[in-house]
């Protein structure tokens, strides 16, 4: 293990770096939460919309309603279309049994946060270490997803598959305040242990440093596997929301100037001119109060003009911004009509045409995220002294099957390759839409049980007969008669 010296050299060189991605990840967030007005830095992730100079508490809180939170769902759009279901060893038909302790963590509900916190702010990581269940007292691995706000790591080379070392870190708040007060607790990972420090503003000299104990894993690597939304050949990580962000500054600078032109031009402005002068202030009073007052203005004087100056139209905001909309859509290849909400009756094949860059993104997500969930399996496999899950390299992960088709063109599709190329009806099975290993398993039971007609059948008869049980059980009324308890009425039910 590393000394405590080295330790905490170690932090002081490389803090400042998880730092600086912590700050990122935090301002990305505030977009993803739709709350980038609070952002108020002078770089490109500002949220505030351009105000006029010497604005008004009023022009002011129009700001504040400006902000619009498509950035959020650029990235729930990605994120519904990546659902790990399984991951198997080639030729096989069963999941690897490190799929059991992903079932047991509950990862099928935390992937989500995993990719979303992926695709949002670029990065994120999965850490798996030696733990013991606690209902069951066996050997397993404790899985969870750290984000980009709490977890950095790094690597000697761009495209290492595991880091040298990582750092995570929680700012201590509080309890009183309910307030960051400098303080944090840091976890470092390497290749022999856990290294567990304090560290007292800024960690930038090593006095700010306390080392409070190290842990043994005994995995050979740092128990880290990063995820990435893109990842270049510099290993630089970009999500969806940083290079399209002076786009969504200005959908929401257009929805602020339309409110502007909402709240002080939507109406006509009458006018009037050549009226005689009131003579004292009293006259004066009187007159403004007719004026604001009276539907209809009137003048005894022939000079006296009138007119109305017309409201300002909204349309040209209301077209800017759908136009904004679509280069959005067009360069994030996102369907306009989920930013737009125009087409809610479309046809299922022109659905599946509108949503065919989705999914051609979603695969580019998937084929990277893939990797790193088969090296979080195998990192969970070489916990639990699996040698073979651990060296498979060729082991697969299957994601659901996402995409918009009608249910009768997915059956003609499946028919069509059953019986015209002769593959195994049970290799399709996990092409229909909605279903999953447990429909699999339980339908190649009763094929192979010889009488799987008749089990549905008695299954379906089962059901009948509870339900009409429950119909004519007689009501619960203090011994009292009554329709529940003649006979000739649960006939007619029954």
Known sequence: MMSQSAVKGLCVEFFPDFRAQRDKAL?????????????????????????????????????KLAPNNFASLLVTELVQTAYVEGVRLPGSEDNMKSWDVWQENRWDAKQIALHRAAIGHGLSYGVAVPAVGRLTGKKTALMKGVSAKRMA????D?????????????????????AFIGDWTVRVYDEEAIYHLSCKNNGREE?????????????????????????????????VIEPVLPMLRRVDQTTYDRTIVQRFGA????????LAKP????????????????????????????GTLDASSTADYISGGDTDLRYLAAITQTPPHHLLGLSDNLQ????????????????????????????????????????????????????????????????????LLASGLGIPSQMLWEKLPGWD??????????????????????????????????ATKPADNGGKGGSDNNPDEQKKKS
């Open 267 to 274: 109406w006509k402005v009458r006018w009037i001119a050549g």
């Open 207 to 239: 006095k700010d440093w306390t080392f409070i104990e190290a842990e043994s894993h005994g995995l050979r690597v740092p128990p880290v596997v990063r995820y990435a939304n893109t990842l270049d050949l510099d290993g630089v990580a970009t999500g």
């Open 437 to 470: 290993d447990a429909d699999s398993e339980r339908a190649k039971r009763l094929i192979e049980s010889g009488d799987a007609i008749d089990q549905i059948l008695a299954e379906i008869a089962s059901q009948q007969a509870i339900e009409v049980a429950q």
């Open 348 to 415: 299922a094949e022109a659905l599946e045409t509108a949503e065919k860059g989705l999914h051609r993104k979603s695969q580019d997500f998937k084929t990277l995220a893939g990797e790193s969930h088969e090296q979080m399996f195998r990192l969970v496999a070489m916990i639990m002294g699996n040698t073979q899950e651990a060296m498979a390299t060729g082991m697969k992960v299957r994601w659901r099957d996402t995409e918009a088709r009608s249910l009768v063109q997915t059956a003609n599709a499946l028919t």
């Open 153 to 156: 790591a790094w690597y000697d």
């Open 27 to 63: 301002l990305l967030d505030k977009w993803m939460e739709g709350k980038q007005y609070e952002v108020t830095n002078e770089d490109d992730l500002t949220g505030r919309v351009n105000v006029p100079e010497g604005a008004t508490k009023e022009l002011a809180d129009l700001a």
């Open 279 to 306: 003579s004292d202030e009293m006259l004066a009073n009187q007159q403004a109060l007719e004026l604001s007052m009276m539907d209809i203005l009137i003048s005894s004087s022939k000079d006296t003009k009138f």
């Open 158 to 178: 761009d495209d290492d598959e595991w880091p040298l070392h990582a750092i995570e870190a929680l700012p201590v708040k509080n309890a009183e305040v309910n």
